[in-house]
């Protein structure tokens, strides 16, 4: 077998499957396109609409093929443990929506496997479902001998979305890696859980309907979908043990060895870290350039799990500083021509994994601080398995940390407990796993997805037109189809065509009316249930609206105006702020209403009131420009080449729209805008926070709310104008000048309170008595007097002793009692021991407190005690 690099594979897979008529796409992004899925972790979540036969490819292509990147957690636990688990790894795969399959899959696999790559085929063995006898024989055919074919049972072979819905048998390809890597069992053969037979293609044959009575009926328009994971056939290709051994992957362990000092394969506790430490951080470094940022939940909360657990790696390996982006640079050079979202976003990365690093420092000494608390509140000499598990999925710390560290005072982990624990969290995610697998093929669900597969998808008309005529073709009431709305009842109105937006993409959707002859409906809201398909909330008000009516479909053009001014607003914002803060800043969600907008960004602090106000300057010099706003649609990809912004998260078509605003701004938008700049009349920034690690959000006003937001805001500085007696402009001068005499006046309040708090310690002085250790000593029972003036009572009362002596206070706050003791060095070495003291009579007042043998106090509960603290204090020291 000839040497091959991953990115030569990479690139003669997707050429072969090109060559033989499928179109190349490129790899979706790891936020999928379907809410019921977390992360994109298989090559077909990007088709589900062709394998539904919503979508349709183009003659002359015959499918299509991808190499997607891909990340799992449901293992993460593994990963590092063996040399095959990965938390981000690529998928090579081709699909058939009905166009070919079987028989071309078979014979394209092999040819691949062995011209191609050049794989010998007496080391390619063959799995099939066992009663796919049809595959079997096709694999024969084309020459594969029979021993080298075994038949599988369902769990192994025949792949399944959920207990209903397109399934069908598979059929996988094995590497025979040689004895030397087997269990050494006569019987040892592909599916066994040795290395030696490597799995590394699986073709899908999706070919049935599976029905709730446990039937197959034979799906009209058979699919195939294969996937090979690009590290394994790296791994094989390069004659390695190990996908941490393949050339991406090694050159991101030896990032790890050059900051540790550590050489890989000296030791096996140091190896599992630099493999940790690679993947995860390629995993994080895809992530966050696909618009995940780190968070408590959801995607955030998988990436920061993975980085801190990176980071909690380097530790083990010396590593105290942040150390991230050096994987995140060579990640950039290895995989850059390839993915080039992660050069584009690389100075945002290379910011957040910092921050987040930072942050995590103080985790990390948090962490160690809930273990030091729990070691110390322990009976006995076990740590529970539940304590140890928080310390694991909380604060990052592997649990062979956390037995070191315990066993340091002695002291061991029940890590049966621990381990019920870990496996109730594998549950959960091998759950969460399955939903999404099963998500990722279950047609839409609900009887919108009825309406769009028997009327198709909704036309809108509303770039061009507020009005216009439009036929009913479907009306719901709580969920289910009905014939019409009668007077005074609510649903939703699906129409053949629509003016009215629906909301999405951050932007409101559209309200109005609907009208006919014998009937009029006030549209409330407006969505889209299913791509594509638009439905307007309604209220009829008089009449019916009923399927099959045409009405007559009008926006309120009026709210519709004001949102398309926020709109536009949002775009040259993201312009401006990119201006003032950097590349960096990336649109992370907005909401466009009509009274205002809201733009949240990525930026890893808070934007100072001279970068907030430059933003506004130049959004506002843009606005008075009057540039003319256009849109184009376009291929995606010409729209990327030409450098058009996509924002974080959203999918593409093939034909995108592009908005332009002036040349200065261009962004891949589907919402509806003005047409020149000047429409918008001014922006006006009413506020800026933060929303989560590395991201803020700049809440805005235009048009007539941003006047009136200057007229509420000029009324109240004429308002406090004419309480100071000055002019508006001078308001802020005279409230200077104000608080300036206010701050004199409370200095020259407070000098004369002191003064006279002089006078009144000075009269203590007649209560000073010979203490047993003969120092003087004043024991005084006060009202109402804080623990800063008792201190400045002590200062007064020590300067005025005859000779270094000490104090006992007992205060009654109204009802919260406070005793203080206080005394010199020389009263110390005499015998006296505020410490000591107030541990002897702060049960008293049923408190405690503490400090040291010169100064120390205790609060309480209980005032009525006092006097028997004074007394007890009477009865030790006099």
Known sequence: M????????REKYLRFFEEKGCKRMPSS???????????????????????????????????TTTVQKCVRTNDIDIIGTTGRHLSFFEMLGNFSFGEYFKSEMCAWALEFSTQVLGLPLERLYFTVFEDDDETIEIWKNLGVPESHISKLGEDDNFWRAGPTGPCGPCSEIY??????????????????????????????????????????????????????????????????????????????????????????????????????????SRAVTFMLADGILPSNEGRGYVLRRLLRRAVMKGHLLGLDKPFLNDYVDQIVKLMGDVYPEIVENRELARRVI?????????????????????????????????????????????????????????????????????????????????????AA??????????????????????????????????????????????????GRVVLDRTPFYAEKGGQVGDTGVLEKADGAATVTDTKEPEKGLIAHAVTVENGRIAVGDTVHAAIDVARRERIRRNHTATHILHWALRQVLG????QAGSFVAPNRLRFDFTHYEAVTPGQLAEVERLANQKVMENHPVTATEKPLAQAREEGVIALFGEKYGDVVRVLDTGGFSRELCGGTHVSATSEIGLVKIVGESSVGANLRRIEAVTSFDALEYLNRVE????DVASQLRVQPFDAAERTAANLKQLKELQAANKRIREGAAADDTARLLDQVVQAKGGYPLLIARLENVEGGKLRNMWDVVRSRLSAPGAVVFAVNNDGKPLIMAAGTDEAVVAGFDASAIIKAVSPFIQGGGGGKPVMAQAGGKNAAGLDEAVEAVRQMLL
């Open 29 to 63: 992004s790891l936020i999928p396109d379907d809410p019921s899925l977390l992360l994109t972790s298989a090559g077909m979540v990007q088709f589900k609409p062709y394998f539904l036969q919503q979508k349709h490819l183009e003659a002359p292509y015959i499918g």
């Open 175 to 280: 590497f025979d890696q040689g004895p030397e890597f087997g269990c050494g069992s006569p019987d040892c053969a592909p599916g066994c859980d040795c290395d030696r037979f490597l799995e590394y293609w699986n073709c899908v044959f999706t070919q049935y309907d599976g029905q709730e009575d446990g039937t197959l009926k034979p799906l009209p328009k058979k699919n195939i979908d294969t996937g090979m994971g690009l590290e394994r056939m790296a791994a094989i290709m390069q004659g390695v043990q190990s996908n941490y051994e393949t050339d991406v992957l090694r050159s991101l362990v030896a990032v790890g060895e050059k900051l540790t000092g550590c050489v890989y394969g000296d030791d096996p506790a140091a190896d599992l870290s630099l493999r940790i430490m690679a993947d995860h």
């Open 354 to 438: 910092l921050s987040e690093e930072e942050r995590f420092g103080a985790t990390l000494r948090q962490g160690r601080a809930f273990l030091d608390e729990a070691l110390s509140r322990l009976e006995g000499t076990e740590l529970s398995g539940v304590e140890a598990f928080t310390l694991h999925d909380t604060f990052g710390f592997p649990v062979e940390v956390t037995r070191e560290l315990a066993a340091e005072r002695g002291v061991s982990v029940n890590m049966a407990e621990f381990d019920q624990q870990m496996e109730a969290q594998r549950a959960r995610a091998r759950a969460a796993n399955t939903k999404d697998a099963e």
């Open 441 to 490: 093929w279950s047609t839409y669900g609900g009887v919108m997805s009825e309406i769009l597969e028997a009327s198709g998808p909704t036309i809108f008309d509303g770039y061009d037109l507020s009005e216009e005529d439009a036929r009913v073709v479907a009306v719901v009431v709580d969920g289910a189809s009905v014939d019409a709305l009668e007077a005074g009842q609510s």
């Open 715 to 718: 009324a109240q500085l004429k």
């Open 2 to 9: 000839e040497y091959m690099t991953t990115a030569e594979i």
């Open 583 to 586: 590349d960096h800043v990336k």
